[in-house]
Structure formats: structure tokens, C-alpha cells
């Protein structure tokens, strides 16, 4: 048997075990992440179903999500605009700091019971001029 077909998967081994290294770290990472946000939204559900007043205080939720994000949130001031338009047009990285915000947004959002789907669905269409007719389908089955 020819030496270098014995070597080969000798050679892969390292690459292989880089890369399932990678790839564990970010199923870990992901998945700690989505854990977080389905825990945060069931909290904000449970403490919204018990304090049924807090419907009255919808424009102190807006105020405070709208400070939060201009006073510490200033590198990424596009907000959800940023991501829409990385979606779209992929050209710079979308920084760490954001995932916290996002976060304390939707949970502020889901307290409040805002339609921020609907929102974005319309800053999609009207901000960015380009109906995209293959992601018609996936919005309307969410």
C-alpha cells in the first residue's frame, strides 16, 4: 500500500478535532443563548400575567427601551435596522455588544406585549425600498 494513503488520515486528525472544537463552542454558545432567552420571556410572561396594571405604564417601557439603547447602545444606534441590513447586504460584523441590548429589548417588548413583529415587518418594506417576495412565505407561516 502506497506510504502517503496511510498518512493522510493521520494528517486530517487535527483539522478534524479544530474543527469539532469550533463547532462544539458555538452549539454551546447558541444554545446557552436561546436557553437564556426562552427563560427571560417565560419570567416576563409569569410577571406580566400577575401584575395586569402594568399595561398602563406601556410608554414608560417605550421611554426606557428607547434610553437604553441611546445611552448605551451608542456603537450600534441602527439597532435592528443593523441587523436587517446585514441581512441583506453582509459587509461588516455586527458587534458582541448588541446581543445584550437585543435581548433587554425583547424582554421590555414581551413585559409590554408590543407587536414588534408587525414593526419590523413594516421597517423591512417601507425603510429599506426592497420587498423580498422569497421571504414573504417564512413571515407569513411565523
Known amino acids: 500500500m502506497n506510504k502517503w494513503l496511510q498518512l493522510e488520515p493521520v494528517r486530517v486528525i487535527p483539522y478534524l478535532l479544530k474543527w469539532l472544537a469550533i463547532g462544539c463552542t458555538i452549539g454551546i454558545l447558541t444554545g446557552t443563548s436561546s436557553a437564556a432567552l426562552l427563560a427571560t420571556l417565560e419570567w416576563a410572561t ?7 396594571w402594568i399595561l398602563f405604564l406601556l410608554p414608560l417601557g417605550g421611554l426606557s427601551s428607547g434610553l437604553i439603547y441611546h445611552y448605551l447602545g ?7 435596522n443593523l441587523l436587517l441590513e446585514e441581512i441583506h447586504d453582509p459587509r461588516s460584523i455586527i458587534p458582541l ?12 417588548s414581551h413585559v409590554f406585549r408590543a407587536s414588534v413583529a408587525g414593526m419590523l415587518f413594516g421597517l423591512e ?5 426592497k420587498f423580498r417576495y422569497d421571504g414573504l412565505l417564512p413571515c407569513a407561516i411565523a
Not at 46 to 52: A, G, L, P, T, V
Not at 125 to 129: D, N, Q, R, T
Request: charged residues 15%.
Open 46 to 52: 409569569q410577571w406580566r400575567e400577575s401584575h395586569h
Open 74 to 80: 451608542s456603537s450600534v444606534e441602527a439597532g435592528n
Open 97 to 108: 455588544r448588541m446581543a445584550p441590548l437585543v435581548l433587554l429589548g425583547t424582554t421590555i
Open 125 to 129: 418594506v417601507l425603510a429599506f425600498g
